[in-house]
């Protein structure tokens, strides 16, 4: 499922009408689009929290999120022979702004009202008691071995 729309990336990129005869397509668009959300919920998933996401107030944060990683995206398909790859100041920005959203999502700063799901099955170098869901690290460390 994806948070936004193609008019929502269309009205980030309002120079831009995308149509089946379009570069980029329609088509393409829609798949830039599913691109960027897939995106978004792997970045979330890894952090634990369950997607697709519920919350009211955050999903339309995420809405901005996806048209704005399909607007950036979508500029760099009207330039696919330049060298630099749609490299235009409204592209940049686009981009900038993309990047800075999935950056704060990698580093936690996820609003409260979204759904932390199940704990994932990663392992770790170290046991947490009564935990089942994990499997077993790789590496083990008795108490008897730390250095303090």
Partial sequence: MSYCIVSDVQGLNPKREYSPTSTPNLAQVNTLIDTISDEIDLVLSS?????????????????RINAYGAAALAEMAMFPESSGMGETPHWKILLQIYQGWIKSLQEGKVPADL??????????????????????????????????
Avoid: I, M
């Fill in 115 to 148: 759904d932390v799901g199940a704990p994932l099955p990663v392992g770790s170098n170290y046991t947490v008691s009564g935990l089942t869901d994990f499997p077993d690290p790789v590496f083990r460390k008795s108490e008897a071995n730390l250095p303090f």
């Fill in 47 to 63: 952090a634990g929290y369950t997607v697709p996401a519920t919350g009211t107030a955050f999903v339309s944060a995420l809405k």
